[in-house]
């Protein structure tokens, strides 16, 4: 395949900071703080362009290995009891993805003390970007966001250089103090200008994706969607392997087939916003839990502004819960303005959703399944080509679906096993 889709990695760096930030108000524009503090005691301390741009990177989804929202808020007690947890789930998700293999090793570090060796107890080497990160972490979570910030300033200074002994890179530190003497740094960090300041403070690098490679990106979007939580494990890998298959069947370009998987991958990014206890309730949702669920494809839409070379994948995903007689949410559109494929990953959405476990029932029977797509084929909510089409490959596309899924909940188990680093 000769498409190449071309991607800013710092404007990548920044979606996946706002969606991870996104799981609670308490930790809003958290990530970009770091980044912005790592980034002037960085470059207080003379390191070169390249070690900057890898640490704003880092800096902004460093905590992307906290799946979930408990997980998040225990990283904002300034004495963390367990902090190589998430931050060796995140080593191991980001270093899937090629392009950001660097930084993988960055956040892996990021909660480590100072070693006068620089080394692990295993040998290997710690990057001073990690140890810039963990100390301008720990600043950012000693500010009180409800309260003028230069009088804050020697409260967590005493704080921070009162901490153990050997908690913090001494360089870093000392660095630290150098800056803080400045207004404008505390002023900045707690400031609406931060986006436009680490944009404009260096030059980052542009990459071009093949549609496999830019899969692999979307894989890793996914998982941070669907790890949150067991039981939404393996939703948009299922989602994503079903939108292909019916692509294929329904005789798309291949190309089209892999933009209708990574579409799948990326349906319900918005999710993230929405509550674990809403996600995981067991019974039935209030109209108020349902109103939460409902903003979920909105997000989604608005996340993927990003990309702006994938602007019609980003209508497929997003639009999933739109309807043909217009009474899907949240835009209410019509089958006027619903793509053939919109509405493949609109079916492939339905049908992975009722035929895997969820909280509060288990997959549901054949016959079951088939009787509920008929249904909203009929009341014309679901493209009745499409459903024909599951309907006649059923047993090949739902055998395809169970195994992606299977091995997709092993990844899952793996991502939590807490043991040794590798």
Known sequence: MTKKIKISLFEMMLTLSTVIDFMSVEMNNHQIRVAY?????????????????????????????????????????????????????????????????KIAKIIRYHHENWRESGKTLSGEDIPIESYIIHLADRVEILIRKNEEILGQKDRILSKVLNSTTNTFHPQALET?????????????????????????????????????NFDNMAK????????????????????????????????????????????????????????????????????EEFNVIKSHSFYTYYILETFESLDEVRKWA???????????????INQDNISFESRIVGVADVFTALTEDRPYRQGMAKNAVLSILDEMGKKNELDQRIITCLIEHYDEINEIRRVTQQKVLKEYENFLYTGTRE
Request: aromatic share 10%; proline share 4%; with cysteine.
């Open 220 to 287: 890793l979007f996914g998982q941070i969607i669907d790890f949150r939580s067991r039981f939404t494990t393996t939703h948009s890998s299922g989602v994503a392997i079903t939108s292909e298959m019916l692509g294929r069947l329904l005789d798309l370009s291949e190309e089209t087939c892999k933009l209708l998987h990574i579409a799948g991958y990326l349906h319900d990014l918005g999710k993230l916003v929405i509550p674990l206890e809403i996600l995981e309730k067991p019974g039935k949702l209030s109209k």
């Open 176 to 212: 630290l103090k150098a800056v803080s003497e400045k207004e404008y740094f505390w002023l900045e960090a707690v400031s609406e200008f931060i986006q436009s300041i680490l944009s404009k403070a260096i030059t980052y690098p542009s990459i071009e994706l093949a549609l496999n």
């Open 37 to 101: 503090i790592a980034y002037r005691i960085g470059e207080e301390m003379g390191l070169p362009e390249e070690q900057l741009v890898d640490m704003i990177m880092a800096s902004l989804i460093h905590d992307i290995g906290a799946l979930s929202l408990q997980e998040r808020l225990d990283t904002f007690h300034f004495e963390i009891k367990n902090p190589y947890q998430h931050a060796e789930i995140g080593y191991r998700l980001v270093k899937q993805f090629e392009p950001l293999k």
């Open 318 to 332: 997003a639009f999933h819960h739109e309807r043909l007689n217009g009474a899907g949410y949240p835009f209410h």
